[in-house]
């Protein structure tokens, strides 16, 4: 069973930058592409940021020039380093993986860009 378990959330002012993490267990970590989503309050889940297996990396027009996603196969982690948060980025962040009936998700970390 694949279990996801996202942290480093939390309060960070405009501006500022915050690193989340997304640690994986319950399979072959390298194998699998990874994603990142938010879901801001009273919006649908958007995607973010993607990882492949052999770590070429895609992201939404939200996220580019702003947000970096890597991975260290090694720790079964996947990042997402956020620069020059806005207020807008302010979202409940999940890590995804595809497969089972709906993909696997962690309970997600909560993001606040506030003065």
């Known amino acids: 069973q694949v279990q996801l378990v996202e942290s480093g959330g939390g309060l960070v002012q405009p501006g500022g930058s915050l690193r989340l993490s997304c640690a994986a267990s319950?399979?072959?970590?390298?194998?699998?592409?990874m994603h990142w989503y938010r879901q801001a309050p009273g919006m649908q889940r958007e995607w973010i940021a993607s990882?492949?297996?052999?770590?070429?990396?895609t992201y939404a027009d939200s996220a580019k020039g702003r947000f970096t996603i890597s991975r260290d196969n090694a720790k079964n982690t996947v990042y997402l380093q956020m620069n020059s948060l806005k207020p807008e980025d302010t979202a409940v962040y999940y890590c995804?993986?595809?497969?089972?009936?709906?993909?696997?998700w962690g309970q997600g970390t909560q993001v606040t860009v506030s003065d």
């Open positions: 995804n993986r595809r497969g089972g009936a709906s993909g696997y």
């Open positions: 990882i492949a297996s052999g770590d070429s990396t």
């Open positions: 319950g399979s072959i970590f390298r194998l699998y592409a």
